[in-house]
T-cell receptor, first 112, second 115 residues
């Protein structure tokens, strides 16, 4: 059965800390891995990763994919209270435009 | 990316009734997707809405319960039929862009509470 597993499920840090969120997957017909930030209802797109070893960066956030070991990490440096959210990892699979299997998410709380 | 809107933003409905959720995109897209997020859970794909053909439903979801329309390339509706409290969830539509891997963007969601 296809699955996406995120760890930890929750994390509490203080402002300025660096955090690493993990996502491992077992999915047939893998196409890409996506990271989202969910603060209220709608997940906000962060990154899409398709190739191993190529880091994607956006400000204080970065992510990398390892297709051999079937995992990805999302790093957030110099965390701020505005980073508090649930971070979702999803794997896209299938034929044409693909569908997504989501992990359960990591709830990040950043304290002042 | 795309600008995606959903209506209604939230609703409280009585069991046994039906609710239709609308999703509008500001550009033409081939495929749109509908997801459900039950309280405390992650997102689960309900179906893929294809323009000009029947929607494709995931295991555990049926057309009689979640009929979908896709009349054109910018619009889709999801109906939650004969609702029960177990249908209380956030319902999200999404669209995808790109080639090879597809970036998928989500609408703002509809929070449904069934009493």
């Amino acid at each position: 059965e296809d699955k996406v597993v995120q760890s930890p499920l929750s994390l509490v840090v203080h402002e300025g800390d660096t955090v690493t969120l993990n996502c491992s997957y077992e999915v047939t017909n893998f196409r890409s891995l996506l990271w989202y930030k969910q603060e209220k209802k709608a997940p906000t797109f962060l990154f899409m990763l398709t190739s191993s070893g190529i880091e994607k960066k956006s400000g204080r956030l970065s992510s990398i994919l390892d297709k051999k070991e079937l995992f990805s990490i999302l790093n957030i440096t110099a965390t701020q209270t505005g980073d508090s959210a649930v971070y979702l990892c999803a794997v896209q699979y299938g034929g044409s435009q693909g569908n997504l299997i989501f992990g359960k998410g990591t709830k990040l709380s950043v304290k002042p | 990316s795309a600008v995606i809107s959903q209506k209604p933003s939230r609703d409280i409905c009585q069991r046994g009734t039906s609710l239709t959720i609308q999703c509008q995109v500001d550009s033409q897209v081939t495929m749109m997707f509908w997801y459900r997020q039950q309280p405390g859970q992650s997102l689960t794909l309900i179906a893929t809405a294809n323009q000009g053909s029947e929607a494709t439903y995931e295991s555990g979801f049926v057309i009689d319960k979640f009929p979908i329309s896709r009349p054109n390339l910018t619009f889709s509706t999801l109906t939650v039929s004969n609702m029960s409290p177990e249908d209380s969830s956030i319902y999200l539509c999404s669209v995808s862009f790109g080639q090879g891997g597809y970036e998928q963007y989500f609408g703002p969601g509809t929070r449904l509470t069934v009493t």
